[in-house]
């Protein structure tokens, strides 16, 4: 039987992506990201957030992958982040599964981007998944779900 007392993380590697972070209570962070030119993770940012939790946690990245109609440039970003963030899973010796899109959104019956807000805020009520001004951060909602998707795997012995 898997130890449930660890700390589950779910991460949407997106640049507008979102690392989430499940135990008794959800907590979320933005994808720290560079502004610049051409928007690029903060990596030191990326690792202070992990490493509190190197020693008693488990983490589900939502795999990556191109898209259609997407260009080779921002197919290349994608591919290079994710490889970005799995490296730093490593380093922190942070087991991780890689999860296909398709496979934790099942779980939620989620057939558009605006469902995964709605489950997450019923799952999640005391996190803000809107700006201000009312937008919508997909990237947060996503990163816990995919987070819950795993606690619900081990909590199945399904890893």
């Known amino acids: 039987m898997p130890n449930l007392s660890k700390v589950i993380i779910g991460i949407d590697n997106g640049i507008y992506g979102a690392i989430g972070i499940i135990n008794s209570s959800a907590i979320v962070y933005d994808m720290p990201i560079i502004k610049g030119k051409q928007k690029e993770y903060d990596l030191d940012k990326i690792y202070d957030i992990l490493v509190p939790y190197k020693n008693c946690s488990v983490c589900f990245i939502e795999r990556a992958f191109a ?12 591919g ?30 989620l057939s558009k981007k605006e469902d995964s807000v709605i489950t997450a805020k019923k799952l999640f009520p005391g996190v803000q998944f809107e700006t201000k001004r009312g937008r919508l951060l997909h990237g947060r909602s996503d990163a816990l779900l995919i987070a819950y998707f795993g606690k619900k795997q081990l909590e199945k012995n399904n890893i």
């Open 67 to 78: 898209m259609p109609k997407q260009g080779v440039v921002s197919t290349f970003r994608n």
């Open 80 to 109: 290079y982040n994710f490889g970005l963030m799995v490296g730093i899973l490593s380093s922190l010796k942070i087991p991780y599964y890689i999860v296909h899109p398709l496979r934790w959104t099942k779980l939620f019956d």
